[in-house]
């Protein structure tokens, strides 16, 4: 199983980027994919997940009205537009694959992809 999280970049506080993450290997249906990230001293901790089968979303607080999960099952891949960025938003952004929701919320997942460093500058 590959999760290939990629998008990452610098952008200064008020801009946006959008990252993806390519899943191969299994199918990912009953799964929910999600986006975690990790600042500097901090725990990892969940950003936004989105089920596979049925597209249902989800979003941590702080990420709510500015960041928007989504997915192309044709080319199995999963998308996080991040709008309105501030420099708390600084972190390595990781995607993943479990389930239940539960557990992604607690940032346990099954499959694990590298991440992808974003830094807004402020």
């Known amino acids: 199983v590959q999760l290939q999280a990629s998008g990452g970049g610098l952008v200064q506080a008020g801009g946006s980027l959008r990252l993806s993450c390519a899943a191969s290997g299994r199918t990912f249906a009953g799964y929910i994919m999600g986006w975690f990230r990790q600042a500097p001293g901090k725990e990892r901790e969940f950003v936004s997940g989105?089920?596979?089968?049925?597209?249902?979303?989800y979003y941590a607080d702080s990420v709510k009205g500015r960041f928007t999960i989504s997915r192309d099952n044709a080319k199995n891949t999963v998308y996080l537009q991040m709008n309105s960025l501030k420099p708390e938003d600084t972190a390595v952004y990781y995607c993943a694959a479990g389930s239940p929701l539960t557990e992604l919320r607690a940032a346990r997942a099954d499959y694990w992809g590298q991440g992808t460093q974003v830094t807004v500058s402020s």
């Open positions: 989105i089920r596979w089968s049925g597209g249902s979303t």
